[in-house]
């Protein structure tokens, strides 16, 4: 069976805290928590549950939090549940109704859910959060010049920038050599290949994470 909380039931006085006053409306949590597209990327679960039989679920919305909060901060499942008992404002985030001390659920779920979404599942959740980004302008728009080269509109970066980087990378023009190899191809010319680049896993500030 399953069990979800829609977004509209959620707001930030409703949120009980053993303290005197509420949480701070300004804090990233408590903002993205009103951008999150919940009720849609909950509807990416319902296919793949029951809604008659079988134990109810764990609410959906601390599912789909926390799954959030794992990639946001870069963390394992176990480290996840960990961040999650530890601040209040992720509890809020994920849609507690109040300070839990307890781990939401046990690390092992967040395997399965992985494995009940598939890739097709976690493609479609990325898709609509990106569009809900980019309809909210929480994202940077690319445009690509006249040369081909990306820029960001919003970067401040001077015109043609990166561009010398792009060239180097450009094959020599072809050479009239009438050697071949051993499968009887002619010779085209010389690649010219920066040694020193390679793919490093590195966030930069353009990036939708």
């Given at each position: 069976?399953?069990?979800?909380?829609?977004?509209?039931?959620?707001t930030l006085q409703l949120f009980e805290t053993p303290f005197e006053q509420h949480l701070d409306a300004s804090?990233?949590?408590v903002i993205m928590a009103d951008m999150v597209p919940w009720d849609d990327m909950a509807k990416v679960f319902?296919?793949?549950?029951?809604?008659?039989?079988?134990?109810?679920?764990?609410?959906?919305?601390?599912?789909?939090?926390?799954?959030?909060?794992k990639h946001l901060e870069d963390l394992s499942d176990e480290?996840?549940?960990?961040?999650i008992q530890e601040n209040i404002y992720i509890q809020y985030f994920v849609?507690?109704?109040?300070?839990?001390?307890?781990?939401?659920?046990?690390?092992?779920?967040?395997?399965?859910?992985?494995?009940?979404l598939?890739?097709?599942g976690s493609a479609k959740l990325n898709d609509l959060m990106i569009a809900e980004a980019a309809r909210l302008r929480a994202i940077k728009h690319r445009r690509k010049s006249s040369d081909g080269y990306d820029k960001s509109q919003n970067s401040g970066e001077p015109e043609g920038k990166g561009k010398e980087s792009v060239e180097e990378v450009k094959t020599?023009?072809?050479?009239?050599?009438?050697?071949?190899d051993p499968a009887?191809?002619?010779?085209?010319?010389?690649?010219?290949?920066?040694?020193?680049?390679?793919?490093v896993h590195i966030a930069y500030p353009l990036d939708s994470r």
């Open positions: 069976m399953i069990k979800y909380t829609p977004s509209a039931q959620r804090n990233r949590w319902f296919p793949k549950l029951s809604k008659d039989s079988g134990r109810e679920t764990i609410n959906l919305r601390i599912v789909l939090g926390a799954l959030m909060v480290r996840t549940l960990e961040h849609g507690l109704s109040s300070i839990q001390t307890d781990p939401v659920f046990v690390p092992s779920l967040v395997v399965k859910i992985r494995e009940r598939g890739d097709a020599a023009e072809p050479a009239e050599d009438s050697r071949t009887g191809n002619r010779n085209r010319g010389t690649l010219s290949l920066d040694a020193t680049v390679a793919p």
